[in-house]
């Protein structure tokens, strides 16, 4: 009795190639924890709006422009006692999902593990995605834990459906994300829309009205924030 699969087998190699990519890229990196948009992120996930200073302190009301369920969520995960540690294992397991994600991507194009694998921790550790490139600052892979990226996680994963024409996951996929960054999920939803409405072109207007339903059905709570 084996305790993994042929498949599962398979699967070792790449997945340990991207593991090690991911911690490599936030060494090469560094990690900081309360730096730049953190300074608005930390006082959300502490709730410090609920404190008797926080409704009346200029700063916390502040925060109202940096919405997003992600830390709404954290806030009755994380406290005082463990918000360093949360944010640090977060941020790495942010890392490591957004390698698979590429990776499977990857995989939708040309079935070979290795170079797939190999390919995903060039990218994960390639210094123009890290924060600063020569064309200026992005959020694709930051220094600290950011719903940006999880956010950019979250996108990819609904062309991974898109890839594979699985439109109501896809819809469902950037629902999701419309609540953990609106700005990224709208220029996504932009495209994906588009691709979908050429892709079904011949088929029932009814079919891609559910579909579009469905999105706009999940990412309606966003609209309050």
Known sequence: MTLLSNKGRDLVVPASIIFLASIFSILMQGYTYGSQNNIFHIPIVLDYLASDEGPHDVFVESLERFPSFFWIVL????????????????????????GFIVFFCL????RNRLMNAAITGCIIGFPGFLATSFLGRNELLMSYLSHSQVAFMTIMASWLALRYRRYFLCAAILGFSFNINAFLSFWSAL????SVLWI???QALMQIIKIGGLMTAIFTPAFPM
């Open 75 to 98: 806030k009755n995960i994380l406290h005082e006692g463990n918000i360093e540690a949360g944010f640090l294992t977060l941020h790495l397991l942010t890392r490591i999902c957004f």
């Open 107 to 110: 995989q939708s194009l040309a």
């Open 191 to 194: 495209a994906v829309g588009g």
């Open 200 to 202: 079904m072109r011949d």
